[in-house]
């Protein structure tokens, strides 16, 4: 009557809203319960994931080390059974050694020789046989240096023992002998 509302209707609308927020909030429980559990199932087929790929990396990684080790172990397999054929020709020829007159022994050193030097350059080794070049310390050795009129200074003029590379790698360097300036032209300068 004064315009104001009542009391009780304020109180109903308080009750009705807290009715709301309680049935709110009981929804929200009853959906946290589901997704709790789903979350759970989410986890633990996760961790299931993580333990599989776990297992596949160490199964990975244990296949990888015996790899290398066979390829370690096994690495020369082909070249060790290329040289065969050479250790057969050696011993044949040692075998005919006795009867054979020299010329036929030496055409046989030669042509195990040649064998020898084709297999090597099948699997990529080189000679290096600088007699004649200019000197390179990072191919060649020098053993002395000797005066030289007839070759000009810095360059090879024998070679003690040839060098080989394996595909562009130094093995062993060529051990040389290097010109250097002949004495009497060094003393009319």
């Known amino acids: 009557m004064n315009g104001q509302p009542d009391r009780p209707e304020a109180e109903e609308v ?3 809203v807290s009715a709301a927020e309680d049935t709110e909030a009981s929804a929200k ?3 946290a319960e589901p997704d709790q559990a789903g979350l759970q199932a989410k986890a633990d087929e996760n961790w299931e994931k993580y333990l599989r790929a776990a297992a596949e990396l160490d199964n990975v990684r244990k296949r990888a080390a015996r790899d290398v080790e066979n390829a370690h172990k096994f690495a ?6 290329e040289l065969l054929a050479v250790l057969d ?5 040692l075998a005919a050694g006795e009867e054979a007159d020299p010329q036929t022994l030496l055409q046989g050193k030669e042509a195990t020789l040649q064998q020898l030097l084709a297999i090597l350059q099948r699997f ?13 310390p990072t191919l060649h ?11 000009e200074p810095g ?8 060098g080989y590379a394996l595909n ?5 360097p060529a051990r040389v002998v290097v010109a250097a300036e002949a004495e009497d032209s060094a003393g009319a300068g």
């Open 168 to 172: 562009g790698r130094l093995l062993r």
């Open 29 to 31: 429980e009853a959906d």
């Open 76 to 81: 020369l397999e082909r070249f060790a059974t």
């Open 141 to 151: 050795e020098a053993m002395t240096v000797q005066p030289s009129a007839d070759v």
């Open 89 to 93: 020709s050696l011993e044949a020829g």
């Open 14 to 16: 308080d009750d009705e």
């Open 124 to 136: 990529g080794v080189e000679e290096v046989d600088p007699h004649g070049e200019p000197f390179d």
């Open 155 to 162: 360059s090879v003029v024998t070679v003690f023992q040839k």
